[in-house]
């Protein structure tokens, strides 16, 4: 499916009580809920990959997704773009926790 995302770097807990980091993703648990696993095809290579939703957002809505950057450089530097995810595997609600 194709996903618009944008990359936050906020260090520290995230919706399902795991800490940020590389792998982690937020989207709307309408649409990929917490503990989805999902690989992202980017033209970008650096950031295609495989990747776990452990977060949620207010500004996450919808087929939009937001990936997580240790660098607020490097997320500031990624903006916004548009990016093919394949789901791996369906979360619920109570995944995702470490």
């Known amino acids: 499916m194709r996903m618009t995302a944008t990359a936050y770097c906020q260090h520290g807990r995230t919706e399902s009580g795991a800490q940020t980091r590389r792998g982690a993703i937020a ?3 309408r649409v ?3 503990g989805s696993l999902v690989r992202i095809h980017s033209a970008d290579r650096p950031y ?3 990747y776990t939703v452990l977060d949620t957002g207010a500004k996450v809505k919808g087929r939009k997704i937001d990936i997580f950057m240790p660098s607020c450089a490097t ?3 990624f903006g916004k773009r548009v990016v093919l995810l394949t ?3 369906r979360g619920s609600a109570g995944e ?3």
């Open 75 to 77: 997320a500031r530097n």
């Open 87 to 89: 789901v791996l595997r």
């Open 32 to 34: 990929l809920p917490l």
């Open 96 to 98: 995702g926790s470490p």
């Open 48 to 50: 295609s990959g495989t």
């Open 27 to 29: 989207a709307d648990p």
